[in-house]
């Protein structure tokens, strides 16, 4: 568990949800966790039980990290900007500056719990209101229902209005018909009519 939070921290994931997903997502993670998934309470629950173990376990990672020099802790700018460089600044750190730069750490590792802690805060805002959620479905279901009501109404309507149009045309042929048989009846009792 605290490799997990030591690495979503330094990957930039503070919520124990967002941490929860990324053990379904995230390859690294998973790998962290041995392909297991510690719920967001789980999560949420260690690092307030263990804060300061979890805070001195942090900073001497990252004093480790720091002096493997396996990560460079700051913003990185990709800007062109040209920086006059201090020449082998980390070999040659005195004791006064080592003890800076863990009070630098601390102050670092302090934002970050801050961050974590406001994006618990945030997530638990955005908890799922079963009650309201609810409600809202079966409001939306009603006013589906009724518009399919209403459609099936004029449905109805225009089927009704389409079949008395369609019995008029019906009558309307048979009519033809009665008139052409009475028509050809005529013509065959005339008999058949020669040109002059």
Same mark, same amino acid.
């Given at each position: 568990?605290?490799?997990?939070?030591?690495?979503?921290?330094?990957?930039?994931? =503070?919520?124990?949800?967002?941490?929860?997903?990324?053990?379904?997502?995230?390859?690294?993670?998973?790998?962290?966790?041995?392909?297991?998934?510690?719920?967001?309470?789980?999560?949420?629950?260690?690092?307030?039980?263990?804060?300061?173990? =979890?805070?001195?376990? =942090?900073?001497?990672?990252?004093?480790?990290? @720091?002096?493997?020099?396996?990560? @460079?802790?700051?913003?990185?700018?990709?800007?062109?900007?040209?920086?006059?460089? @201090?020449?082998?600044?980390?070999?040659?750190?005195?004791?006064?500056?080592?003890?800076?730069?863990?009070?630098?750490?601390?102050?670092?590792?302090?934002?970050?719990?801050?961050? !974590?802690?406001?994006?618990?805060?945030?997530?638990?805002?955005?908890?799922?209101?079963?009650? !309201?959620?609810?409600?809202?479905?079966?409001?939306?279901?009603?006013?589906?229902?009724?518009?399919?009501?209403?459609?099936?109404?004029?449905?109805?309507?225009?089927?009704?209005?389409?079949?008395?149009?369609?019995?008029?045309?019906?009558?309307?042929?048979?009519?033809?018909?009665?008139?052409?048989?009475?028509?050809?009846?005529?013509?065959?009792?005339?008999?058949?009519?020669?040109?002059?």
């Amino acid at each position: 568990m605290l490799a997990l939070l030591i690495y979503c921290y330094a990957t930039g994931r =503070f919520g124990s949800r967002t941490i929860e997903a990324a053990t379904h997502s995230d390859v690294a993670v998973r790998y962290l966790c041995a392909n297991t998934h510690p719920d967001h309470d789980s999560i949420c629950t260690f690092r307030t039980n263990n804060e300061t173990a =979890f805070r001195a376990a =942090f900073v001497r990672m990252l004093q480790l990290a @720091k002096e493997l020099r396996v990560a @460079k802790l700051g913003a990185v700018s990709v800007d062109g900007t040209k920086i006059q460089a @201090k020449a082998s600044q980390h070999a040659a750190v005195s004791y006064q500056r080592a003890g800076e730069l863990i009070a630098q750490l601390e102050l670092e590792v302090s934002q970050l719990l801050e961050r !974590a802690q406001q994006a618990e805060a945030q997530e638990s805002q955005e908890v799922l209101d079963i009650p !309201a959620e609810l409600k809202r479905r079966e409001s939306r279901k009603a006013a589906l229902q009724k518009a399919r009501q209403v459609i099936e109404e004029r449905a109805k309507a225009m089927a009704a209005a389409q079949q008395a149009d369609y019995e008029a045309q019906v009558a309307a042929r048979q009519q033809q018909r009665e008139a052409g048989q009475r028509a050809a009846a005529a013509q065959r009792r005339a008999g058949p009519q020669r040109a002059i």
